[in-house]
Nanobody, 126 residues
Framework: VQLVESGGGLVQAGGSLRLSCKAS????????VGWFRQVPGKEREGTGV?????????YYADSAQGRFTISSNNVENTVYLEIDQLGPEDTAVYYC???????????????????WGKGTLVIVSP
């Protein structure tokens, strides 16, 4: 499986951003795609921000409730993560990952995922 993220960049606090994860190489229909992030200078967060399973079910971390929206376009094999009301605390490299488990399990820890993209950097200026 190959995952390619895009959509990161510099944005002012209060703004919105939509990240994209273009996927290819899935050999079955049962998989989850999710987003994990790594704050500069820190370890990658162990749990995912948000994940979506192939049946459309979603999971959001408590910290992502309300401002993050995950969605997918199955025709284009692309998963999106929209982030609203961005704040400096959202500055991070956002990684797209995929794995065989349902959304909540997939997001429970990074080791539940077996394929990773290279990440896209989001910088939120005050």
């Amino acid at each position: 499986v190959q995952l390619v993220e895009s959509g990161g960049g510099l944005v002012q606090a209060g703004g919105s951003l939509r990240l994209s994860c273009k996927a290819s190489g899935f050999t079955d229909d049962d998989h989850a795609v999710g987003w994990f992030r790594q704050v500069p200078g820190k370890e990658r967060e162990g749990t995912g921000v948000s994940c979506i399973y192939s049946d459309g079910s979603t999971y959001y971390a408590d910290s992502a409730q309300g401002r993050f929206t995950i969605s997918s376009n199955n025709v284009e094999n692309t998963v999106y993560l929209e982030i609203d009301q961005l704040g400096p605390e959202d500055t991070a490299v956002y990684y797209c990952a995929s794995g065989p488990h349902p959304a909540a399990v997939a997001c429970s820890h990074w080791y539940a995922m077996d394929s990773w993209g290279k990440g896209t950097l989001v910088i939120v200026s005050p």
